[in-house]
């Protein structure tokens, strides 16, 4: 009887195992809140950081009083964040307030018109990183019940609000404001585990106010500049004259003592993404694509020390940082964006790659993150080092200049070269513990990286092609009857095996790696880990009822005893899965199932404001209910953007050949959410526009001279 192989001891050796009637006792601390959880305090975390030191990778820490933020607007441009409640005022209360790489420059901001607060009326976010407030006041004792003043506030995430009074009132008005200001300079990290500390004393500073700590201070600036400033509280003063329907408005500018604006690399001409939009008889496409890219934009960050090189943090506000596996993951999802933030995030990664002798030479090091309620927690630098050549093989196909290729090439060699000697003799990609399980998705990974690889290798003349297309055939074989767990439903692959063989048969998202096989050539996907039968009845299982939530596809089946619909590996839908789902299952001819977990991650995505978080609760969809958010997901994160962006593409079926000079297209005949155009995308560096009718019918309007369609 196959049985659950159960999270790992801390020395990351798998206990042994025990039999039906000796449950396996779950150790504290082996589930996370959230997936990403060790970025929290550093969220930061760069090039060089600690996901790129070569030392021993630590467990997972388990966080449980982290504040939520599934109902806070979060504006983002980083390295700027503002987090904000509905209300509208900073009260310094949980993580309100203005960051500035990672640390809180303005922590209060309470306006008060004539000695009230406004009350709120609205608040919402108008793009990735402004927030707009609306509140009114009553400024008059004998106006009636009707307020005459409307208080309107813009939060950008580059650390700038804008106070604006709009008189209702038919008499001139003369109006006090006062704005209430203060800070702790606190890291974002001590401001979630509740340790940020008391405000700081402020003291006057030009026309606003300054604070200071030993590791740095802030100042705040207004425009006009106050008619009192009053240090001891934090407190700045104006009388404003109001006419008839008039207008007045207060400025302030947050920034860090010393330091210039914030310059979001997503903002101006410098940005690696393009604008790509959609269009199109569902309305919501354009709103989804126009937010995913916006999301994208305000998550670039540069590597300090090759200021050219960008790539994208996994999410705010607990991970501004780099998490090399999903920025390899979203560089991917956002090839039809163009190629440029491929090359620099496999740039920067193939710095912190692993050099010198030894068996961990060519590892891209990485966090381990828990792997849900049946496996012991992962290690993300295998995934990372596997998708290394993936992306840069695929890359090539969308348009990655061939000198680029080249440059990175010796670095995919050793992620390579890790891999073969890692298997050694075997069959499978072990886990990096002793005694760990061959996983179903690594296997999924390390056999796209084998085939993607020995592709490139030949493409450019360089040994190993051959070896690791062998191995990759032998794997194949094994693999179709040794993760195959046989019920009476048909059977399913499992999660894992074991390495006496025995199986970890619970259904879970991640089998979906097993349909993203990866681009080859001449608008070709490499063969799968699975036969034709087989993945058929994967597909029946992704599509049915206890996979699909109807929002989307669940990190576990509903019907698994450990089940947990806010579990981020135990039953929460994952956007990344889902669109890799999606577009695995597309790839295979099964558009049924497929459309039909697109309509539901659309229809999710429109509850949200069309900005999805990384995950939300897998509970079944009801008739006019709405999905329940995960109270620590971020939002946005770059992998939810990015899958939005694959999602939509994938509609019109791109397949590029930029160095056959072709491209191929397989729409969706289906056509699930009518006809749609998309324009902005790149293919061969330059503009690619494709149009997908109500009948399934693809027409290219506009792609790169000499660009030929191919059969």
Known sequence: MPLPIPPSHPDGALPPVRGPAQPFPRRAGSQMPFAGVESALSPFAGPGGPTARHTPLPGPRRTT????????????????????????????????????????????????????????????MVAADRARFVGTVRASADGGPDPDVVVERTRDADGTERITLRSASARALRVPVEVALGTDLAELGSVASGRAGPELPASVHDSGLRWSCATGSSIVTADPPPADALASAGLLRWELELPPGGTRSVELRVRPGGAGPARAVGRGAMSPLTAARASGDDPRVQAFMDTCVEDLQALLLRDAAHPSDTYLAAGAPWRCGLAPAEALFAARMTLPL???????????LARTQIAGPGAQCGLIPGPRRDAGPHLPPSCTATEATLLFPVLLAEARRWG?????????????????????????????????????????????????????????????????????????????????????????????????????????????ASTAHLLDTGLLGSG????????????????????????????????????EAAYNPFGHRGGAVRVQETATAVTGLLTAGYEKEASALFRGLLAAAETFGHRLPEMYAGE????????????????????????????????????????????????????????????????????????????????????????????
């Open 65 to 124: 009083d982290l504040p939520p933020v599934h109902n806070a607007l979060i504006c983002v441009a980083l390295p700027g964040l503002a987090i904000s409640t509905d209300q509208g005022q900073l009260t310094g209360r949980g993580l309100e307030g203005f960051y500035r790489a990672g640390r809180r420059t303005l922590s209060r901001c309470q306006v008060r018109v004539a000695g009230r607060e406004p009350l709120a009326v609205q608040a919402r």
């Open 338 to 348: 163009g190629t440029r933030l491929a090359a620099g995030t496999l740039r920067i």
């Open 400 to 508: 990655l200049p061939e000198q680029e290729t080249e440059e990175l090439l010796p670095a995919a060699e050793r992620c390579l070269a890790w891999l073969r000697t890692t298997v050694g003799d075997g069959t499978y990609l072990p886990d990096p513990h002793p005694g760990g399980p061959f996983r179903c998705e690594t296997q999924a990974h390390a056999h796209r990286a084998a085939l993607l690889g020995a592709d490139l290798l030949d493409a450019y003349g360089r040994p190993g092609g051959e070896g690791l297309v062998q191995w990759a055939q032998e794997t194949r074989t094994a693999f179709r009857g040794d993760f195959w767990a046989e019920d009476r439903g048909g059977g399913r692959p499992a999660a894992a095996r074991a390495p006496d063989g025995r199986l970890v048969p619970h259904l879970g």
């Open 524 to 559: 070709m996907f490499a063969p799968g880990l699975l036969d034709k039968v087989q993945t058929e009845q994967l597909a029946r299982l992704l599509g049915g009822p206890v996979m699909d939530s109807g929002w989307g596809l669940r990190s576990l089946g509903a019907k």
């Open 620 to 711: 079944q969809r009801t008739e006019g209910g709405a999905p329940l958010p995960h109270p620590a997901a971020c939002r946005p994160a770059a992998t939810a953007a990015a899958a939005g962006v694959l999602l939509l593409t994938s509609l019109a079926g791109i397949r590029p050949d930029a160095p056959a000079r072709t491209v191929t297209l397989r729409p969706v005949s289906s056509a699930p959410l009518g006809e749609i155009g998309l324009t902005g995308l790149r293919i061969a560096g330059a503009p690619f526009s494709v149009r997908v009718s109500r009948l399934g019918l693809a027409m290219v309007e506009e792609a790169a001279g000499g660009l030929q369609l191919g059969v």
